[in-house]
């Protein structure tokens, strides 16, 4: 039997998730190997430098650059704060006054003799990282790297948007293949992972997002709502830091798709348990997926070493995706996979894999073209 390797999206009752939780600088890690954490405790944090503002004091008070050091009422490395005095004269015993404001509070970057200008940095934008899983430190990297050992049931998304965010698992719709309504929503929903089934309308996200729903998770959306609810064409697939105010997560792709059985079956069988969800998207080199993470208590971590070298290895029987056209979004299993290359519509020959869809029918598809489900 031919072995392949295909990128895939998980879905799992039960694994040993190692979550790399990263400062964009380094900053201070409050945690230590071997210590308890939850979903929203802060494991490290840091502050991010200002952003510099120039100031041209040499114009604003008409004089030569070389004089600005001497009319200077801070020095380098100070703090001020916005419309303190920064510099300041005095001319024909003290009747004309004359003086510079800072435009903001920060610190004094430097002071020009040449140019005669100030370089003011504001204040530094505090980042406090969270773990986002409940779970065990198993690992810390220098001062910016938290590695966190979650026992949970873990589900990726196709598609989403929108940052982190936390809160108990709600199904609203009754099947895989009903629409999420608007009215279905209501206040009772606030902080809260509703989950839908292959639809949500414009309506329904608006809804949601009134009244503070966590994330909403559903089979498919369509483009246009999407852009409507942006208020701009998404263009380049990398997301994650959309100002929603609730997360969304797509299962299946854009469209009015059923959210595949098993995706259903394990958030209707964790509804009420608090799950972890992340809209953050990249479709490029580095793949990042949006995810639902249901964490267990940290007392199941297991070893899954084992079960770790088999991702991603396509197998008679494996479930799959298929994601082009003519069967884009429909779900099967691998019931065959020919070792030699095939010739397709393009004439070029690639390596197959023969699929049983959902329906019963058998398809010949390339390998390219399926994404594995794990499981």
């Known amino acids: 039997m031919g072995h392949a390797y295909t990128p895939g999206l998980r879905v799992t009752e039960r694994t040993v998730l190692h979550k790399v939780r990263r400062l964009p600088i380094p900053g201070k890690v409050h945690v230590q190997p071997g210590d308890i954490v939850t979903a929203a405790q802060v494991v490290a944090s840091t502050e991010l430098p200002g952003s510099v503002t120039t100031l041209n004091v040499a114009r604003e008070m008409n004089c030569q650059p070389d004089e600005v050091p001497g009319l200077m009422t801070k020095a380098e490395g100070d703090r001020v704060t916005a419309g303190e005095v920064l510099a300041e004269s005095k001319a024909l015993w003290g009747l004309f006054h004359s003086f510079v404001r800072s435009p903001l509070s920060g610190t004094i970057e430097s002071i020009s003799e040449v140019t005669g200008q100030v ?36 589900l990726q998304g196709i598609f989403g948007l929108g940052g982190e965010a936390y809160g108990p698992v709600r ?18 929903c606030a902080g809260q992972v509703v989950v839908g089934g292959a639809y949500a309308d414009i309506g329904a996200l608006r809804r949601a997002i009134e009244v503070k729903a966590a994330a909403v998770v559903v089979g498919g959306l369509s483009d246009s709502a999407v852009d409507e609810l942006l208020g701009y064409h998404l263009g380049v697939a990398v997301t994650g830091h959309e100002a929603l105010g609730t997360t969304l997560i797509m299962t299946e792709g854009f469209g009015r798709i059923p959210m595949a059985e098993r995706s259903y079956r394990l958030l209707a069988a964790h509804e009420g348990q608090q799950a972890s969800v992340s809209g953050a998207t990249q479709i490029r080199a580095g793949v990042i997926r949006p995810e639902i993470v249901i964490s267990r208590p940290p007392t199941e971590l297991e070893d899954t070493a084992v079960e770790a070298a088999k991702e991603g290895m396509l197998e008679l029987g494996c ?32 390596r197959v894999l023969v699929a049983k869809l959902a329906d019963g029918r058998e398809v010949t598809v390339p390998r390219a073209n399926v994404e594995l489900i794990e499981q």
């Open 119 to 154: 370089l003011l940095r504001g204040e530094p934008t505090p980042v406090n990282l969270e773990a986002f899983v409940d779970g065990r430190v198993i690992e810390i990297r220098g001062q910016e790297t938290v590695v966190i050992a979650c026992s949970c049931a873990y």
């Open 171 to 188: 199904v609203l719709c009754s099947s895989p293949e009903a629409a999420l309504a608007a009215e279905m929503l209501d206040e009772s």
């Open 319 to 350: 479930p799959i995706r298929l994601i082009r056209e003519p069967y884009f979004g429909l779900l099967g299993e691998v019931v065959a996979l020919p070792e030699e290359p095939q010739p397709i519509e393009t004439e070029a020959l690639v």
